[in-house]
């Protein structure tokens, strides 16, 4: 993906952390994830007062994205207020893996940003194969 396609990828991820429901935390997330058809996919992290329940903003784009029937992913940008740039949490490597092994990902704070690489983030993943 060119530079362009991060930056309006890194605007949705800003524009869906604007709803982000965190009461609690009061720190807020919002992901994109660019589906191979081209459409954005957009999610917010929404807590609940059974911590626990609380859903991350990755899985809720990646809901939003299977719901709309697209199962392939090309980036994900993630956006936090964070002061440095937020690797996605433990769960949400798990989730991403299962539909998106090699997806690049991005995380943004302010004007800076890392990239991860998901084999990396989550070495010996647990898939389908172990399930035979
Ligand atoms: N959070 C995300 O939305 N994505 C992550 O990858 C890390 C954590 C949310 C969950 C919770 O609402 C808040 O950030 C603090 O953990």
């Known amino acids: 993906m060119d530079e362009k396609a991060w ?3 890194k605007l949705a991820a800003e524009q869906a ?4 429901y965190a009461p609690y935390s ?21 807590e609940n007062a059974s911590y ?3 859903l991350c903003a990755e899985r809720a784009a990646m809901a939003a994205a299977v719901a709309a029937g ?19 949490c433990g769960i949400c490597r798990q ?6 092994p090699s997806v690049p990902i ?4 302010g004007t800076d940003h890392a990239e991860y690489d998901l084999a990396e983030l989550l070495p010996d993943a647990f898939d389908a194969a172990q399930l035979d």
Request: proline share 7%; net charge positive.
């Open 70 to 88: 697209e199962r392939e992913f090309v980036a994900l940008a993630i956006v936090s207020g964070a002061p440095k740039p937020t690797p996605p």
């Open 106 to 109: 991005r995380s943004f704070s």
């Open 17 to 20: 952390r604007s709803h982000a």
């Open 95 to 100: 989730c991403l893996f299962e539909l998106g």
């Open 52 to 54: 626990g329940a609380t």
């Open 7 to 9: 930056e309006s990828l």
């Open 26 to 46: 009061n720190f807020s997330v919002g992901a994109a994830l660019r589906g191979a058809s081209g459409a954005v996919f957009v999610g917010c992290n929404v």
